[in-house]
């Protein structure tokens, strides 16, 4: 028959087609393949793998970060205890997160959502500072953001500082807030309430007006130990 359709012509093609297709799929989709590598493994891919574990893991709502005046703090008491960096990953360590005389430096946590460290440091008598930090591949150091929680008592006066990493407006983009303030025998005095957003990626800046008004100041409120 003169317009018979010739099957096994259309069926090899058809295979060749698809065929082609999965090896190209299987292909890009292949571990470790930078096209395909989501932002935030790209960046972090020279941290050592050892070192990294030392921070656990959490995908952040809204997380409460404050500091403490203990010098040996234990994790069901205080939940930034976090775990002793030794020696051997002092390396790993940037300026601003380095061990003193004071005290030594803790990992904490790393944030689901562009690997953010948080660690506590030293502060004036303990190591009651809570700082946030990032992974630079250029040094293959932890480098530190900001400074996020910090306790600090003189007798019966405290200099205290809470923040909070939340996404404001949802757009899987961290927002910092921070409230400071003196307090005297429970009286509260020269607070400071800011809000601060990424324009890029591990860099705060003030926030704009409109993401700073989806944090009303009564939902954050200063951690007091009861």
Request: hydrophobic share 40%; with cysteine; proline share 4%.
């Amino acid at each position: 028959m003169k317009n018979a359709i010739k099957w096994p012509s259309y069926v090899a093609i058809a295979m060749f087609a698809l065929l082609f297709y999965c090896c190209g799929k299987n292909e890009a989709n292949a571990p470790g393949t930078q096209q395909n590598m989501p932002m935030t493994d790209a960046m972090h891919q020279h941290i050592d793998t050892t070192f990294r574990n030392h921070f656990e893991e959490v995908n952040v709502v809204k997380m409460h970060l404050f500091g403490t005046n203990e010098a040996d703090p234990k994790q069901d008491d205080y939940p930034y205890a976090g775990k002793i960096i030794e020696e051997d990953f002092m390396k790993y360590l940037g300026d601003g997160l380095q061990p003193n005389e004071i005290g030594s430096v803790y990992a904490c946590y790393r944030t689901e959502v562009y690997n953010f460290y948080i660690l506590r440091v030293p502060g004036k008598y303990a190591s009651s500072n809570l700082v946030l930090a990032k992974w630079d591949n250029a040094t293959s150091k932890l480098v530190k953001v900001t400074d996020l929680a910090n306790l600090q008592c003189d007798e019966d006066v405290c200099q205290q500082q809470d923040a909070w990493l939340t996404d404001l407006d949802d757009d899987r983009v961290l927002d910092l807030v921070t409230r400071s303030a003196t307090i005297n025998k429970g009286a509260v005095s020269d607070e400071k309430f800011m809000v601060y957003a990424q324009p890029s990626e591990g860099s705060f800046t003030k926030a704009p007006d409109s993401l700073a008004m989806l944090a009303p100041q009564t939902s954050y409120v200063l951690y007091h130990k009861m």
